[in-house]
C-alpha cells in the first residue's frame, strides 16, 4: 500500500516522496483518513510508530486553505517537553518543504520577545507546552479562538509530569467545534477520563497493545552490586564489552544521578553527554544535536528529558537504574529498534527492590526478561574503550564550541574532555590496585600503577 490512497495533497506527497518513505506505517494508514475527514482521532500508539507523520501529513493538507491571523493560530499541537516540541517543528519543516505556512514554537527556555512576534506575524500552526503557551496567552499575546485544530501529542507523559490541569484549562479556551487529535501510549483511568471531556465520538486508531516492547529488540537484565560505584562498574563493563553498539542512551532515574554518572564516564574516558532537566534548553539541544550527529557515542539521560525523543538508530539501551513505573520502561527501550532495525536493552538489577520492579515490567510487557547468561569480565582499566572520547581533532572542535557557548559549557565536564587512555601505562598492573571508588583508578598517577619487582 502506498502514501497515495490516504487522500492526501499532492504537496504533502511530493514531501513524502522527498523523504523516502514507500508505505505508510500502520498509525498513518488508519489515522490519516479519518484526520482528513476532520474525524477526532484517539491514537494508541507508541513513539517509534510513525505517530508524528500521521498527523502532520493530514495538517498540512488542511492547511493548505486559509491563512493565519494575527496571534490567532489555526491549528495548535500541545507536546510535554520542548525536545518533543521541537521535533515537531522539525517535522513540520520536513514534510511542509513544499508549503508557505507559519509554524511557531512556544517551549521554555527561549526569549519570550522571539515567540511573540512570530506570533504577531500569524500563525498557522503552532506548537507548544503547555506551561509557556498559557504564559502567553495570560499576558494577553495570544488568542485560542481561531483553533480549528488541536493536537494533545503523548497525554500519559503530560499525565505522568502533572500537566493534566493546564490542558483541562487549554481545552476550555479552545472552541468547542475544534477538531481533536489525542496521542497516548497508555490508557490509565486519568486519561481515559480526559479523553471522554476532549474528544467527540472519536475513532479509535490502535496501532500496538498498550505498554508492548518492540519484538526486534532483545531484552536482558543483568545483575550488579547496589551500590552506585558498583552499578558504574558494571555499566562500563557492559558498554565495553557490547557487540555491535553504536550509540547508547543510558538512562538513570533522578537528575543527580545523570550528573554523577556523567561525569564517571568522562572520567573514565567515554564518548558521552548528558539530558536531564535542569540543564537550560540551549544546553540540552546541543547536547541531543552531537549524538543525533554521532559526535558523542553515550547520552545519560533522564525519563523527562528523554520522553519520545526521535533519535532513528539508537544500538543500545542501558537502565542503570530500573524505572520505578513499568510503564517508563517501555517508553525507555522503545528509543532504540525503531523504523524496523533492531536493537539491545540491558537493565541493571541490584538487589531485592529492583527484583520488584522487573517484576512489575515483566507483568506489563506479557513476557520474562532473560538474565545474560555472560557476566561481562571486570573492568579492564587499561585497555582504551572501543566508546572512549573522541580523538584529539574531534575532541579540539568540541572544546571550540564550548567555548563559544558559554551556556553549554556549564553542563560540560571542566574543561576538555580528557582522554586517560592516553595518561596511563599500556600494559596492566599485576595485581590490580583495590578500588575506593570507580574514579580512584583513574587518577592514580601513572608510577603508582607500575609492579613492583619484588627481591629474592
Ligand atoms: P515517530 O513515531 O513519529 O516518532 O516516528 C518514528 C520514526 O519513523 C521517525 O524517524 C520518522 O522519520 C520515521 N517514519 C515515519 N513514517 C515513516 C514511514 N512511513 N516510513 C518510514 N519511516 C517513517
Not at 499575546?141 to 485544530?149: D, K, T
Request: hydrophobic share 40%; charged share 25%.
Amino acid at each position: 500500500m502506498s502514501f497515495s490512497h490516504l487522500g492526501l495533497s499532492d504537496k504533502v506527497l511530493a514531501a513524502v516522496a522527498a523523504t523516502g518513505y514507500k508505505t505508510p506505517t500502520p498509525i498513518q494508514d488508519q489515522a490519516i483518513p479519518h484526520v482528513l475527514a476532520r474525524r477526532d482521532v484517539l491514537g494508541i500508539a507508541q513513539t517509534g510508530t510513525g505517530k508524528t507523520a500521521a498527523f502532520t501529513l493530514p495538517m498540512l493538507t488542511l492547511l493548505e486553505q486559509g491563512r493565519g491571523r494575527a496571534r490567532m493560530p489555526r491549528t495548535l499541537i500541545l507536546e510535554p517537553t520542548r525536545e518533543l516540541a521541537a521535533q515537531v517543528e522539525q517535522s513540520f519543516a520536513k514534510y511542509g518543504a513544499n508549503h508557505k505556512l507559519n509554524v511557531a514554537l512556544l517551549i521554555g527556555g527561549v526569549s519570550f520577545g522571539d515567540q511573540d512576534l512570530k506570533l504577531t506575524r500569524g500563525v498557522d500552526v503552532l506548537i507548544a507546552t503547555p506551561g509557556r503557551l498559557l504564559d502567553h496567552f495570560e499576558r494577553g499575546r495570544l488568542l485560542l479562538s481561531g483553533v480549528e485544530l488541536l493536537v494533545i501529542d503523548e497525554a500519559d507523559r503530560m499525565l505522568d509530569m502533572g500537566f493534566i490541569p493546564d490542558i483541562e484549562r487549554i481545552g476550555k479556551l479552545v472552541p468547542f467545534t475544534r477538531q481533536t487529535l489525542f496521542f497516548t501510549a497508555t490508557m490509565p483511568p486519568e486519561i481515559r477520563h480526559i479523553t471522554e471531556q476532549f474528544l467527540h465520538n472519536p475513532v479509535r486508531v490502535e496501532v500496538a497493545r498498550p505498554a508492548t516492547t518492540v519484538a526486534t529488540t532483545t531484552q536482558l537484565l543483568v545483575r550488579s552490586g547496589r551500590e552506585s560505584h558498583e552499578k558504574r562498574d558494571t555499566l562500563r563493563r557492559l558498554i565495553r564489552a557490547a557487540d555491535g553498539l553504536k550509540n547508547a542512551i543510558i538512562f538513570c532515574n533522578r537528575k543527580r544521578e545523570v550528573a554523577t554518572l556523567y561525569r564517571s564516564l568522562v572520567r573514565h574516558g567515554f564518548s558521552v553527554q548528558a539530558l536531564h532537566g535542569d540543564m537550560d534548553q540551549p544546553a540540552r539541544m546541543a547536547a541531543l544535536d552531537e549524538f543525533r550527529r554521532g559526535e558523542v557515542t553515550l547520552l545519560v539521560a533522564s525519563d523527562v528529558a528523554a520522553r519520545g525523543l526521535n533519535i532513528v538508530d539508537v544500538s543500545h539501551i542501558y537502565n542503570f537504574d530500573v524505572p520505578p513505573h513499568p510503564d517508563d520502561y517501555v517508553h525507555r527501550i522503545g528509543r532504540t529498534s525503531r523504523a524496523g532495525r533492531s536493537g539491545t536493552a540491558i537493565t541493571i538489577v541490584a538487589g531485592a527492590s529492583d527484583a520488584k520492579a522487573v517484576a512489575a515490567i515483566e507483568k506489563l510487557i506479557g513476557q520474562t526478561i532473560p538474565w545474560m547468561d555472560k557476566q561481562p569480565q571486570p573492568d579492564d582499566a587499561i585497555a582504551p574503550s572501543r566508546h572512549a572520547a573522541p580523538p584529539p581533532a574531534q575532541a579540539a572542535r568540541q572544546r571550540h564550541r564550548g567555548r563559544t557557548d558559554a551556556r553549554h559549557q556549564s553542563n560540560r565536564p571542566t574543561g576538555p574532555v580528557r582522554r586517560i587512555d592516553d595518561a596511563r601505562p599500556r600494559r596492566a598492573p599485576q595485581p590490580a590496585p583495590a578500588r575506593a571508588d570507580d574514579g580512584d583508578a583513574a587518577h592514580l598517577p601513572a608510577f603508582l600503577l607500575r609492579p613492583v619487582p619484588l627481591k629474592a
